[in-house]
């Protein structure tokens, strides 16, 4: 299963085990059921656990800081650094562990536009693990990649576990990137999401100076070529609302605006699959079959048929899958100029209206602003909706400061006439524990309505008196109460404060946006 090579897999590793060099997919299902990584579901999907880390890690993930980045990134919080003495005794003590041990190795790429992808090669201590980055990332065709090609390399040993009195880590977990010398490792986590999201880091520290905007984004084309983006954090929606069977999936998480268009980053796509059903999401239902991989989503010992319902390991049970799995899917994903922008948070407060329209000034703020609600298990710890603001709807996997990026949205939308729509996939009438999530039918239609310009001048639309966005009066196929987030409150006054609350909330968060227009502060809420 594994072959000879001439060169080394990564630089200074020796001695390896065996190393099954792009490997197909059959043999690493095979591989990982074998050597015990997982089982298959009735599906055809392979089940894995990924033990005490079942989402990412943020507080463990760090930048070197080096002579070439020093300048560029957004130290803080966010980018914490990591000096160069330590990546180097962290690389070693890597590399001796995985001395004598089999390795599984996928060459591919990021970025289905072929004059801004980078090639990427992940080394992986487990099988399912490799089998995850060959559904995630762009598969080469035979002969395209040679072996020692890769522009950026990911070296992932979940067994290695850091110790931060000598590493310098916060804990056994880590995450760290060296964007002078591309170069990713992993440890101490079984979460595979940490491959892709450190990959999308890269991506979001090199493309800007080729004058290419990376996005956290899903994207659509519709029947008559109009290109959709859906922005959001982790349990937003953009997955189930990208995979519409009415148009062309081009992607669920990670994109490229150039000046020719839109570009998928990834070959694959990492569904959030609790409470998944064939009904609401049957694209998906059928992508989880054999050659996908199934995290954490409970499984029968006697059927293998997977509990989509159950939560009992984790809320944030995932399926990764090759975009080709969808029917409708875009081959390469590529499309051209967004038409509409769709904003989605999940707000847990039950406050922000369903659907509103966001003039220019207005989607400079919310990009800004990136509200939402962390949903339980997208990170560890979070165990309950959380309120939070991530710029860019992507904070997490920005390096360089996120008005840098603003500024880029603006000049697109700018120049090619995009609609922009805020749009509320979570509570209504109360917060979380006492109103309820608004009906995805409802969702899907709101966002129908705003990619074919069904809300545009003839639409009736009233100004939101706390958040200074304009709501639509009537929207196809949504009742007109279901518009009024007010007024599915028992309480109004109990909503009127609660508004007034989040409001003052946006408010002290974008405060830290000290340089940015005048115009775009004011377009924010009002408490």
Not at 457 to 471: A, C, I, Q
């Amino acid at each position: 299963m594994g072959r000879v090579v001439e060169v080394p897999v990564v630089p200074g590793l020796a001695n390896t085990g065996r190393v099954f060099w792009n490997i197909g997919t059959a043999k690493l299902v095979e591989a990982a059921i074998w050597r015990g990584e997982g089982r298959l579901s009735s599906s055809g999907a392979l089940a894995v656990l990924t033990g005490k880390y079942t989402g990412r890690s943020p507080e463990d993930k760090f930048i070197v800081d080096d002579a070439e980045s020093r300048s560029k990134v957004a130290w803080g919080h966010v980018n914490k650094g990591f000096t160069e003495d330590q990546f180097s005794r962290l690389y070693s003590r890597m590399l001796a562990y995985l001395q004598s041990r089999d390795l599984f190795v996928f060459d591919g790429y990021v970025g289905a536009d072929p004059a801004h992808r980078l090639s990427v090669r992940v080394v992986n201590e487990f099988a399912w693990h490799n089998l995850f980055a060959r559904q995630l990332f762009l598969r080469p065709a035979p002969g395209e990649l040679a072996d020692d090609a890769a522009e950026c390399t990911v070296v992932c040993a979940p067994g290695f576990k850091a110790d931060p009195e000598i590493d310098g880590t916060r804990s056994e977990a880590f995450v760290v990137l060296n964007l002078t010398k591309r170069m990713i490792l992993i440890g101490g986590t079984h979460y595979a999401g940490e491959m892709k999201k450190s990959v999308f880091t890269m991506m979001n520290y090199l493309l800007p100076a080729a004058g290419v905007l990376p996005m956290h984004c899903a994207a659509n084309i519709g029947p008559t070529g109009n290109t959709a983006l859906f922005f959001g954090l982790s349990g937003t929606g953009k997955t189930t609302l990208s995979a519409d069977p009415a148009r062309q999936l081009i992607g669920d998480d990670e994109h490229g605006w150039s000046q020719l268009g839109v570009f998928n980053f990834e070959g694959g796509c990492y569904a959030k699959c609790i409470g998944l059903t064939r009904e609401n999401e049957p694209q998906i239902w059928e992508a989880i079959r054999f050659g996908s991989i199934m995290e954490n989503v409970v499984v029968d010992d006697d059927t293998a048929e997977p509990d989509y319902s159950s939560d009992a390991i984790t809320e944030n049970t995932r399926a990764a899958y090759p975009v080709d799995f969808i029917p409708n899917a875009v081959i390469p994903g590529v499309g051209g100029h967004p038409t509409a922008l769709i904003f989605l948070t999940a707000d847990a407060t039950g406050v922000m209206p369903p659907i509103s329209r966001l003039e220019p000034d207005q989607a400079m703020y919310h990009f800004l602003s990136g509200y939402t609600s962390k949903l339980a298990g997208t990170e560890r710890g979070i165990l309950t909706p959380q309120s939070t603001f991530s710029s860019c709807f992507g904070e997490p996997f920005l390096p360089l400061p996120p008005a840098e990026y603003a500024e880029m949205l603006r000049s697109r939308i700018k120049q090619h006439g995009s609609r922009v729509y805020l749009i509320n996939t979570g509570w209504i009438g109360g917060p979380y524990g006492v109103g309820s999530r608004i009906k995805l039918r409802y969702t899907r239609a709101m966002v129908q309505a705003a990619v074919e310009g069904l809300l545009d001048d003839d639409v009736e639309y009233r100004l939101h008196p706390v958040f200074n966005v304009l709501v639509p009066t009537t929207c196809p196929s949504v009742p007109a109460e279901i518009l009024d987030a007010r007024s599915q409150w028992a309480d109004p006054d109990a909503y009127d404060a609660a508004a007034r609350k989040l409001a003052a909330e946006f408010q002290a968060n974008f405060s830290r946006f000290t340089s940015v227009d005048e115009t775009i502060k004011a377009a924010g809420p009002r408490p």
